[in-house]
């Protein structure tokens, strides 16, 4: 079994920064990329960040120059630093891993954090 943990979330005012942490822990011999998705109520969940194991980064345009995601191979886990946040980050955020064990390949999910940012 594998899991993925964050932490991180809460409440900020627009402006302000939160940083959300991910870290995967189990029967893991490798993570391949990294990612961190968010959702609001109904809506499809949408891509933030992502980030391969060799550090090539990805971002949504709507959070470029102001999200950055990084990750720690040593630890399994992954980051992103928010920055300049806007109301409309208000969302649910699910890390993502694509995990590779002994038998197997996994596709994983966190069980989301939620970050609300205030106008």
């Known amino acids: 079994q594998v899991q993925l943990v964050e932490s991180g979330g809460g409440l900020v005012q627009a402006g302000g920064s939160l940083r959300l942490s991910c870290a995967a822990s189990g029967s893991i011999f490798s993570i391949n990329a990294m990612g961190w998705y968010r959702q609001v109520r109904v809506k499809a969940r949408e891509l933030v960040a992502t980030?391969?194991?060799?550090?090539?980064?990805n971002y949504a345009d709507s959070v470029k120059g102001r999200f950055t995601i990084s990750r720690d191979n040593a630890k399994n886990t992954v980051y992103l630093q928010m920055n300049s946040l806007k109301p409309e980050d208000t969302a649910v955020y699910y890390c993502?891993?694509?995990?590779?064990?002994?038998?197997?390949?996994?596709?994983?999910w966190g069980q989301g954090t939620l970050v609300t940012v205030s106008s």
């Open positions: 993502n891993a694509g995990v590779r064990t002994l038998t197997k390949y996994l596709e994983v």
């Open positions: 980030i391969t194991s060799g550090g090539s980064t």
